[in-house]
C-alpha cells in the first residue's frame, strides 16, 4: 500500500513540474514582433520648436515586421496610430491642446514587411505607437498587434530659460521685500512710505511694457503669417491630374483644426480604362507653409484599389500644404514623368484653456511671492541687530 502512495506522490510531482516547464518554456518561446529604429537616435530627438535657429527635420521612423525566427515578413499590411503623450495640467507643453490626442493614423501595404515615414513629434513626453500588422494574402501568416514607446526629452535650451526666468522673478520679489521690509515711518498725508510707492510704480510700468510687447509681437506674426501664406498660394499644383495614362485625384479635408485629425485621400487610376493602379510609387509630404517645414513624409504604394488614405493632426495652428507625387516603380511596365498634385489645408488654431494659463500665473507669483518672503526675512533678522548696535 505504501508503494502505490509513493508511486502517486512521485507521479504527482512529475506532472506539476511538466506543467511548470511548459509553462516556463512556451513564455520563453520567441514570437513575431515589430522592430523600432529612429533616425535620429532616441536620445538625440528634440521637440518641435517653431523658432529654432536651425532648420528642423522630422523623425525618421522605421517600423520592420519579422517573424518568430526574426525574418522580415512579406506582403503585409500595417496599420499604425500614434499617440501624443498624455495630459498634466502642472507641467504643460509649448502645445498644450495637443497633449493626450492622436497624431497620425494611416494604413500601408508593406510588400517587404517595413513601414518607414517621416513626423514631427510636436511635444516631449512618452509616445504610444500602436501597430497592427495581418497579412495581405489570407493564412500566409497570423495577424498581430503590439504598442511600442517613444519618449522624447525636452528641449535642454528650455530648462536655461526657465532658469533665468525663476532667477529674475526670485531677484524682483526680493528687491520688493527688501524695500517693503525696511520701509521707514509714515509721514502725515502719507499712504505708503515712498521707497514702497517708487516699487510700486515700477512694477506698474513694467506690466505696461509687458502687455505691449504682447500685443505688438502677436500683431506682427499674425500678419506675417497672412503674408506668408498669400504668397503660399501662387505656385501650389492642382489637386487632381490626368497625365500619361494616370488619374491621380487628391482630396479629404480642406479645413483641420489642431486637436483633431484630418482625413486625406489619395486615388490612382487609368484614365483609359478607370481601373485602379497599384503600381506606383507615391510619395506623400505635409509641408507648414507659414515656416516651410515638412511634418510629415512617406513614400508607399497604394492598395488594391490603387487608394491611400492616412488621418494625420496638424498641430502647428498655420496654413499646411499636402504634397503627392507618382513616380514608376523600379522595373515596372508602366514608365513615366513624375506627377504632382497638391491641395491646401486651412487649420484653425486652438488658444490654451484659462487654467493653464492662471497656472502659469501662479508659478510667476509664486517665485515672486518666494523672493518677497527671503526679502522681509532677512529685513526682519536684519533690525534687531541694528537696535542692538
Not at 148 to 163: A, S, T
Amino acid at each position: 500500500m505504501k508503494k502505490y502512495q509513493i508511486f502517486g506522490v512521485i507521479s504527482t510531482v512529475c506532472i506539476v513540474l511538466s506543467v511548470l516547464y511548459s509553462f516556463v518554456g512556451s513564455s520563453q518561446i520567441p514570437t513575431s514582433r515589430v522592430l523600432l529604429s529612429t533616425n535620429p537616435p532616441l536620445e538625440r530627438i528634440l521637440p518641435f520648436e517653431a523658432e529654432a535657429e536651425k532648420p528642423q527635420s522630422p523623425v525618421n521612423l522605421t517600423l520592420q515586421a519579422v517573424d518568430a525566427a526574426g525574418k522580415s515578413l512579406t506582403n503585409a499590411k500595417i496599420n499604425l496610430q500614434i499617440l501624443t503623450p498624455p495630459r498634466n495640467p502642472w507641467l504643460t507643453t509649448d502645445f498644450p491642446i495637443v497633449e493626450g490626442t492622436k497624431l497620425l493614423q494611416m494604413n500601408a501595404n508593406a510588400p517587404d514587411g517595413k513601414l518607414e515615414i517621416q513626423q514631427m513629434l510636436p511635444i516631449r513626453g512618452n509616445y504610444q505607437l500602436l501597430v497592427k500588422v495581418s497579412p495581405l494574402v489570407a493564412n500566409t501568416f497570423t495577424a498581430y498587434e503590439q504598442t511600442l514607446n517613444l519618449n522624447v526629452h525636452e528641449n535642454p535650451i528650455k530648462y536655461k530659460y526657465f532658469v533665468v526666468i525663476a532667477a529674475i522673478l526670485l531677484s524682483l520679489g526680493l528687491l520688493g521685500g527688501w524695500v517693503i521690509g525696511g520701509q521707514e515711518e509714515l509721514q502725515q498725508g502719507e499712504i505708503a512710505p515712498q521707497s514702497v510707492r517708487l516699487l510700486l510704480s515700477a512694477l506698474t510700468v513694467v506690466a505696461i511694457v509687458t502687455l505691449l510687447v504682447i500685443n505688438i509681437s502677436a500683431e506682427v506674426a499674425e500678419a506675417h503669417g497672412s503674408e506668408h501664406h498669400s504668397t503660399s498660394t501662387e505656385t501650389i499644383a492642382p489637386s487632381s491630374q490626368k497625365s500619361q495614362g494616370l488619374e491621380i485625384n487628391l482630396g479629404g479635408d480642406k479645413n483641420a483644426t489642431v486637436g483633431k485629425l484630418a482625413n486625406l485621400a489619395l486615388q490612382v487610376k487609368d484614365t483609359a480604362t478607370g481601373q485602379p493602379i497599384t503600381d506606383v510609387a507615391l510619395q506623400v509630404k505635409a509641408i507648414a507653409t507659414e515656416h516651410n517645414l515638412t511634418v510629415f513624409d512617406y513614400k508607399g504604394i497604394p492598395d488594391e484599389q490603387g487608394k491611400l488614405t492616412w488621418l494625420e493632426q496638424f498641430f502647428d495652428g498655420s496654413p499646411h500644404k499636402i504634397e503627392v507625387e507618382a513616380t514608376p516603380l523600379p522595373g515596372s511596365s508602366r514608365q513615366f514623368t513624375p506627377v504632382k498634385v497638391a491641395q491646401e489645408v486651412e487649420v484653425e488654431a486652438i488658444a490654451p484653456p484659462i487654467y493653464i494659463r492662471l497656472i502659469g500665473l501662479f508659478y510667476f507669483t509664486a517665485f515672486v511671492g518666494i523672493g518677497m518672503a527671503i526679502g522681509l526675512l532677512i529685513q526682519h533678522r536684519r533690525k534687531p541687530q541694528a537696535r542692538t548696535n
